[in-house]
């Protein structure tokens, strides 16, 4: 693993000392004619998703969604990469937020620990980890993660993140990461990714969401409660190319009274809206409806009957 993340880190980072103008000069004439005309890297999911998520598109809506994508994903692509190198003056002209201070304010006036903030696949969402830039040094950011398979590219991505500062926390891991942190009594701002796929035995609760029924990960509510965390989403704007902005809007700072499952549903509906607002910028490549609900109630019959033996 060593040698292949060395070579993957080494041209990585010879490749990120372009100017984000040559980047996306590379984006458009390379890698989108390349993903998009060539491989034709995942269009039939892609192309699907669209056409299920908005039934009210014609078929010449969709393709022009589907070609914006393509062209956005290839961006992303050379703006991940280019975070090997990005200093923390350009970083911090390019990604900027607004609702930290509010974020602040209730964590210090309500003496809270925790700030949990929902977050989407959707603008440049790497990015989003040069939120601690911003941040005092008094409250920590960190990041729930799913790692990848390939060790090489996961270390490269864990890279990238913690070089704002922040702590990537491997999903399998959070609970316990946070119980330490709130055992040590330290004021932290954890982004979760809100809009991935559950295993089959992890989900626990369907919800509406771009016109599917959808299994969602429940998690961050559950362990919100436990540790009375406020709710926050981040909702982003490309601003335009190569500029994104992250408003932080709060969603509720007293989730231990609320019903199971309504803070993880409204997160979902606001998700929803920032999407169909500019839809290009969402990742469609995700196959986020692999998940089929019947087959999981009839799994949960059997596991029903099962106790009952």
Wanted: hydrophobic content about 35%; overall charge positive; charged content about 25%.
């Amino acid at each position: 693993m060593s040698i292949s993340y060395a070579i993957t880190y080494g041209l990585g980072y010879a490749f990120s000392l372009l100017p984000l103008r040559v980047l996306y000069v590379i984006s458009d004439v390379l890698l989108y004619p390349l993903c998009y005309y060539v491989i034709g890297y995942r269009k039939k999911l892609i192309k699907k998703n669209l056409h299920d998520s908005f039934p009210e598109k014609t078929d010449a809506e969709v393709n022009r969604l589907m070609k914006q994508f393509f062209h956005f994903f290839c961006d992303y692509i050379v703006e991940t990469i280019k975070l090997l190198s990005m200093s923390k003056k350009q970083m911090m002209r390019r990604m900027t937020f607004s609702g930290l201070d509010d974020v602040v304010r209730t964590l210090h006036e309500q003496n809270k620990l925790f700030c949990f903030f929902y977050l989407g696949h959707y603008g440049n969402w790497e990015w989003i980890a040069s939120l601690a830039y911003w941040a005092p040094e008094d409250i920590k950011c960190a990041q729930i993660y799913h790692p990848l398979k390939n060790k090489a590219f996961d270390k490269l991505f864990l890279d990238m993140r913690n070089h704002f500062g922040g702590k990537s926390i491997p999903m399998k891991e959070t609970l316990r990461e946070i119980i330490t942190m709130r055992r040590n009594n330290q004021k932290t701002i954890v982004g979760f990714i809100s809009d991935q796929a559950p295993k089959m035995e992890n989900i626990h609760h369907w919800t509406p969401f771009l016109n599917h029924d959808t299994p969602v990960f429940v998690g961050t509510e559950k362990i919100g409660k436990q540790v009375d965390a406020t709710v926050w989403i981040g909702e982003m704007k490309r601003v335009k190319r190569g500029y994104y902005h992250c408003h932080i809007k709060l969603v509720d700072d007293n989730v231990k009274g609320k019903p199971d499952y309504e803070i993880t549903d409204h997160c979902t509906r606001l998700l929803e809206e920032m999407i169909k607002q500019e839809p290009q910028f969402w990742l469609w490549s995700h196959n986020r409806w692999k998940r089929d609900k019947n087959e999981w109630l009839r799994l949960q019959e059997e596991l029903k009957n099962k106790r009952k033996e």
